[in-house]
């Protein structure tokens, strides 16, 4: 594989871990669209993607899991994430689901990144007969 001067760093590490999909595909298996439209919501306050300033999610959306909102896990490579739990986000799921690794037990963990400028955010987590969440990366959203 050849990796061009015009691919996104996300590009080239979903190409190398065999999770590329083409954008440009609706029907695409792996892509979601944005889950809410939180720009219609009520609540002012929001989190915003720190490198482009998309809104993300509110406050009003931050959950529980595990008995607190705030975790703090290392990927098999050693990387520490601080993370927030919430139940709304305005992110694209680019790829898909894996049990393997993950820091929520029965739960499948989903890359998601935002659909302004795809910087990597965080995490979608499923699992059969519980409310999906998304764990976003403390770090990389600004309060407004």
């Not at 065999?18 to 439209?37: I, N, W």
């Not at 919501?41 to 915003?48: H, N, P, Q, T």
């Not at 955010?121 to 409310?131: A, M, Q």
């Amino acid at each position: 594989m050849r990796l061009n001067k015009t691919m996104s760093l996300l590009d080239a590490i979903l190409i190398l871990n065999g999770y590329y999909f083409e954008q440009s595909d609706p029907d695409a298996r792996y892509v979601s669209k944005k889950s809410h439209d939180l720009h219609d919501s009520v609540d002012r306050e929001g989190l915003y993607c720190k490198h482009c300033s998309q809104l993300i999610t509110h406050p009003s959306s931050a959950v529980e899991v595990n008995g607190t909102h705030h975790h703090v896990f290392a990927n098999p490579e050693g990387i520490s994430f601080e993370i927030g739990v919430y139940e709304r986000a305005e992110c694209l799921v680019v790829s898909p689901a894996v049990l393997e690794h993950t820091w929520f037990a029965g739960y499948t963990w989903q890359i998601v990144v935002c659909g302004g400028c795809q910087l990597h955010l965080g995490w979608k987590y499923n699992k059969p007969g519980s409310p999906a969440f998304y764990g976003l990366i403390v770090d990389r959203l600004v309060n407004k």
